[in-house]
């Protein structure tokens, strides 16, 4: 078990970093030592009840996701679908509405006679989070987020030549003008960047924003007294689309922006890699143009033909007869990179986010259909290629799903 197992959410209300562990057998972590967690160590949703040994921290996440995820429930309710008494969930919904993270809603309608029950649900209204995306190399964008996943408020900030510590007091910067907008507590602060990023925050490289081995969590943290969470925005994306879209337990999830990137969850669990660089697709030479004798080129991988303004140059070289031709390829480099992904883990689902007027139609058949082509058709004859539903806060939702669970192990 990885660091990921000791963290602790805490009440919701900055800059406070304690309260109820939201993950089993963790104690509560002193403030001065809250660092949270890689969110993938863990399955993102608990749905069972616990052991004995760790019941009471996992059986509160429990009840909190239930409600997260299914609305408002009488506590009755609430102890059907856990599985647990209806005296241990009493005990449990007395301890979260004194807390401020569940409240009473009033008596649920019911036809029979009798006193009716009392809905409870999570307190959706009263904290918010701060959530940041560093992907774009324009901007810096940043939104205060509902529980929910909804925009509150927005901000933005040109990012011009700014790198290193420039780039990081911007980011800063974005944060605190956010949290100073906040009608109610916030929960916490949710980071979405280029680059890999370790399980402490740290961006091990991030090469357009000149960032090696920076702590960004830890200096976020110290600057804006908000409990944060950094990761890769490729890797947040996909938590996004796990969270608040339709997707499956088993799924890739492909950016295409400046660069192209992925994030995969599998079996419900997001995958950090041994090296905390899982999903780094745009950096495989695909195709055998040079040969199977060729090195590594940067000529030769797939972002050279599907990210953004690579792809948009040769569209404008072509002209409109030859569009379909260029995107087509592109398409095609990128079935040949995700066939042995997809063909490996058996995923039953690829996801592409990025300009619609890009990802969608005529790329995306071709990638399905090199897909189809060189996959084993008895395992992957359902294998569904769609776009995000997401839109262009992706990255902001998904800061904001890392936040509610590394803070409540909601998700």
Known sequence: ???????????????????????????????????????????????LKATPGDAKLHNRTLVLQTLY????????????????????????????????????????????????????????????????????????????????????????????????????ELAVGLAQELRGQAAVPVLGLGVGTP?????????????????????????????????????????VAALAEYSFGDSSDNFILVTIGHGVGSGLIIGGRPVAGSRFASGEIGQVM???????????SREQVLEHWLSVPPLTRSLAEAGP???????????????????????????????LAGPTELIGGTLAEAALEILQRRTMPDTHDDLVLRTSTQGEDLILRGATATVLKERLGVS
């Open 321 to 351: 007869d030859a569009r379909d031709q260029v995107l087509r390829e592109a398409g095609q480099r990128l079935g040949v990179a995700l066939a042995p992904v997809v063909g490996v883990l058996n995923l039953a689902e690829v996801v």
């Open 69 to 168: 995820v299914s609305g408002p429930r009488s506590r009755a309710e609430i102890a059907r679908t856990t599985g647990l008494t209806k005296v241990t969930i009493s005990v449990i919904v007395a301890e979260l509405m004194a807390e401020g993270l569940i409240h009473e809603l009033g008596p649920q309608e019911s036809q029979r006679p009798g006193k009716p029950a009392i809905l409870v649900d999570l307190a959706r209204d009263a904290f918010v989070v701060v959530a940041l995306d560093l992907s774009d190399h324009l901007v810096l964008r940043g939104a205060l987020m509902s529980v929910d996943g909804d925009i509150i408020a927005r901000a933005q900030v040109e990012r011009g030549d700014a790198t290193g510590e420039a780039a990081c």
């Open 195 to 235: 680059g890999v990023v370790d399980d402490t925050g740290t961006v091990r490289t991030a090469p357009n924003l000149g960032w090696t081995n920076f702590p960004l969590q830890r200096i976020l943290e110290q600057r804006t007294g908000l409990p944060t969470v950094v990761a890769n925005d490729a890797n």
């Open 1 to 47: 078990m990885t660091d990921a197992s000791k963290r602790t959410p805490a009440h919701p209300g900055p800059p406070a970093h304690t309260g109820a562990p939201a993950h089993p057998g963790t104690p509560e972590a002193p403030a001065a030592g809250y660092t949270p967690a890689s969110f993938g160590a863990r399955s993102l949703r608990t749905v």
């Open 286 to 296: 695909v195709g055998t143009d040079l040969g199977l004798e060729a090195p590594y």
